[in-house]
């Protein structure tokens, strides 16, 4: 069974196109992360939830939303993406604390 | 401001010898250190953590030796393999935040 799970793996989209990205934990985990990943494998904290309630909002454009409809689901929506959007996203759930699960990544290509 | 600092950003060991990756951190609040192994294409995936409380955590060919005094940490991976040739990351916790260091690309040549 998938501990972390994202969809989708690739998105291409143009450039001013909304997207979205999912995410699901089957782990039991109180907090579920967005990070992205850009070009020099970088990792950096964009949001995070805690029994759905937003508890890190890093420097990001308000262009980027994430939702938690449930503790066990964080989504991702990104309206009029932009080139420099262009990375790996990863969804990550951990308890309070400890080191998290990472997902398998979604490679966001904008052109 | 990088809270967490990673050394080398790359390293290449031959097969069978150690592979340290340094890490220095400057938030005396984190309370949890775990290190990271990210193959391409993947997600990273916890490999092993420690508390600062501890001084040296061994689990297998890797080890974590932790110096609270000089906020410094690192992970020696003894008898590298070359299915070890990975991203490496350093991390940091305090609460729900999670800090990486740089990353280290190893290299294990056969």
């Known amino acids: 069974d998938t501990a972390v799970s994202q969809t989708p793996k690739y998105l291409v989209t143009q450039m001013g196109n909304d997207k979205s990205i999912k995410c699901e934990q089957n782990?039991?985990?109180?907090?579920m992360y967005w990070y992205k990943q850009d070009s020099k494998k970088f990792l950096k904290i964009m949001f995070s939830?805690?029994?759905?309630?937003?508890?890190i909002n890093e420097t990001v454009p308000n262009r980027f939303s994430p939702k938690s409809p449930d503790k066990a689901h964080l989504n991702l929506h990104i309206n009029s993406l932009e080139l420099g959007d262009s990375a790996v996203y990863f969804c990550?759930?951990?308890?309070?604390?400890?080191?998290?699960?990472f997902g398998p990544g979604t490679r966001l290509t904008v052109l | 401001q990088q809270q967490v600092k990673q050394s080398p950003q790359s390293l290449i060991v031959q097969k069978g010898g150690i592979s340290i990756i340094n890490c220095a951190y400057e938030?005396?609040?984190?309370?949890?250190f775990p290190w990271y192994q990210q193959f391409p294409g993947k997600g990273p995936a916890l490999l092993i953590a420690?508390?600062?409380?501890?001084s040296e955590k061994k689990e297998g060919r890797f080890t974590i030796s932790f110096n609270k005094s000089a906020k410094q940490f690192s992970l020696h991976i003894m008898d590298s393999q070359p299915g070890d040739s990975a991203t490496y990351f350093c991390?940091?916790?305090?609460?729900?935040?999670?800090?990486f260091g740089e990353g280290t690309q190893l290299t294990v040549n056969p």
């Open positions: 990550a759930s951990t308890l309070s604390g400890t080191g998290g699960v």
């Open positions: 782990l039991g985990h109180d907090t």
């Open positions: 939830y805690n029994n759905k309630e937003l508890i």
């Open positions: 938030n005396t609040a984190f309370d949890y």
């Open positions: 420690i508390r600062p409380d501890v």
């Open positions: 991390a940091a916790i305090v609460g729900s935040r999670l800090t």
